[in-house]
């Protein structure tokens, strides 16, 4: 079992930045790709960005290339999502989640997910 906790959402104004962190309770972290969600209200659940378990260049939505920067840290379990020059549209929930040995960013090839956390964009 994988429990995924999150941190450092809120309350940002446009333009703005945020990170969020996301750590696994897991002995075999590098073996996960690790993939940032979100679900914006009345709206699916899109990827915003992933990062593979061996490695290679990240995956991005088209709609945060630029602006989003996903890394992990395989030392300190930890997955991380850099959010600058944020706008009101990037205001959702934000969620990790976990694949072993995965390479797909599809919402539901992910076995475990994070409890979620806001993250709100004023104009």
């Known amino acids: 079992q994988v429990q995924l906790v999150e941190s450092g959402g809120g309350l940002v104004q446009a333009g703005g930045s945020l990170r969020l962190s996301c750590a696994a309770s897991?002995?075999?972290?590098?073996?996960?790709?690790m993939g940032w969600f979100r679900r914006a209200p009345g709206k699916e659940r899109d990827v915003v960005a992933g990062?593979?378990?061996?490695?290679?260049?990240?995956y991005y939505a088209d709609s945060v290339k630029g602006r989003f920067t996903i890394s992990r840290d395989n030392a300190k379990n930890t997955v991380y999502l850099q959010m600058n020059s944020l706008k009101p549209e990037d205001t959702a929930v934000y969620y990790c989640?976990?694949?072993?040995?995965?390479?797909?960013?599809?919402?539901?090839?992910?076995?475990?997910w994070g409890q979620g956390t806001q993250v709100t964009v004023s104009s």
């Open positions: 989640a976990a694949g072993k040995y995965i390479n797909s960013y599809a919402y539901t090839r992910y076995d475990y």
């Open positions: 897991v002995r075999t972290f590098s073996s996960y790709t």
């Open positions: 990062i593979n378990w061996s490695g290679g260049s990240p």
